[in-house]
Each structure stands twice: as C-alpha cells, then as structure tokens.
C-alpha cells in the first residue's frame, strides 16, 4: 500500500527566500511522482510531472526533483513571492502494476509574507 | 489545453434529496476519470474509478449504492449522491486520464465541487 507523507505541514517564509517542500513515498516502484499546487476552496493545479526515468523537472521558479531508491522527491521553490501562497501537494501512484490511481499526501501548507 | 469542468461548482440541498455533479474533458478524450473527495483540512481521497462504458470500481469503504458513478462518454462523468445526508458534506474533484500520447500520464483535476447538505 502507498503511503505519502509531506513535511512540513506549514512553512511560512518572507518574500523572496528560496524554500524546499519534501515528499516521502513508501512504494518506491512508482513510474512518475506529481506535484500539485491547491488554492483554498479551490481544485487542483498540476505543477510539475516527474516520470520515473527522470531526476527532476523544472517549470519556471519550481524544481521538483525525484530519488526512488530512497523514495523522496522535494519541490524547490525559488524566490517565493506572495502569490505562491497555497497548499502544495505531491501524490504518487499507488501500489501494483499499471495503477493510475493516485495517492495523495496532506500538504504542506506555505505562506509568504510579504 | 487539458482543462476538466465540473458542474456545479456548489450545490446546497436538504437532507434526503439527491445530488447530480458533471465532470467533463473539455479538450481531450478520457477513457478513465477519477472522483475524490476532500474533507477541510485534509487531503484528497481517491473514491472511484470510472472507466468509459463499464462499472465504477469503488474504494473500500465507499457505498456504490449511495454514490452513483456513470461514465457515458469519452468527455463525461457523473456522480450522484443518493439521499444525501450532513455526513456527505464535502469537496468533490474529479480528475481525468487522457487516451492517447502526452495525455495519457498525468491526471487534469476539475475546480470541485462544493456539496453541503442541510
């Protein structure tokens, strides 16, 4: 069974600072790992899709990179600005050949404060 | 591209009535679409799958009964929440799989919708 675990739940950082969200997974026979990014009250935005094969993928000021042998990946966020201020969330397949079902993590939480 | 709808966006209803949300693939064909719901604060949890043109596989735990899933088309899928009770208060999202090349490894998620049930 997949388990997804993120850490911290909540950051809060000023503007400007670079930060690092991370992602731990149990299954480590996954074939792409996903970051997603939720407003409060809102669906998800899909930021970043890292396949198995990949070590990481970069789109703008994020960086998400993927280790499966230790069954991590991080979001790197450069140069926070106020509007990065959501729920940030990473979710993997779960368990079993040729699942598309997805495991979520709870979020972390981020806050930049101008 | 790659943009899923959900209708509607929120819906209050009273106790024991039934409620209808529409996910919809705007741009691309989906052979697979995903229902989740959220509780406030916690994260999503995968409900069912639904294939195009066969039955919904539901989680442990979720009522098949009480929460109808048809996938009629390509572009649509439907979950109807039967006799709605105060418990079924939640966020719902649905997600969608493509068919075909670049779509086909990543899920696109609709906006939720936000049910209360009175």
């Known amino acids: 069974k997949q388990e997804v675990t993120q850490i911290p739940a909540a950051l809060s950082v000023p503007e400007g600072e670079n930060l690092v969200l991370n992602c731990s997974f149990t299954?480590?026979?996954?074939?792409?790992l996903q970051w997603f990014r939720q407003d409060p009250g809102k669906g998800l935005t899909s930021l970043l899709l890292?396949?198995?094969?990949?070590r990481e993928q970069t789109s703008g000021r994020l960086n998400a990179s993927l280790d499966k042998s230790s069954g991590r990946s991080t979001l790197y966020i450069a140069a926070s600005q106020p509007g990065d201020s959501a729920t940030y969330l990473c979710?993997?397949?779960?368990?079993?050949?040729?699942?598309?079902?997805?495991?979520f993590g709870k979020g972390t939480k981020l806050s930049v404060i101008p | 591209g790659a943009v899923v709808s959900q209708h509607p966006s929120w819906v209050i209803c009273k106790s024991g009535t039934s409620v209808k949300i529409e996910c919809r693939s705007l741009?691309?064909?989906?052979?697979?679409m995903f229902w989740y719901r959220q509780f406030p604060k916690q994260s999503l949890m995968l409900m069912a799958t639904?294939?195009?043109?066969?039955?919904?596989?539901?989680e442990q735990g979720v009522e098949k009964d009480k929460f109808l899933i048809n996938h009629a088309s390509l572009t649509l899928s439907t979950l109807t929440v039967t006799s709605a009770h105060p418990e079924d208060s939640s966020f719902y999202i649905c997600?969608?799989?493509?068919?075909?090349?670049?779509?086909?490894?990543?899920?696109?998620f609709g906006p939720g919708t936000r049910l209360t049930v009175l």
């Open positions: 997600s969608a799989r493509g068919t075909s090349g670049g779509w086909t490894d990543t899920q696109y």
């Open positions: 299954d480590s026979a996954i074939y792409n």
């Open positions: 890292i396949q198995s094969s990949q």
């Open positions: 979710a993997a397949p779960r368990s079993g050949a040729g699942s598309y079902q997805l495991t």
């Open positions: 741009d691309f064909q989906a052979t697979t």
């Open positions: 639904s294939n195009e043109g066969s039955k919904a596989t539901y």
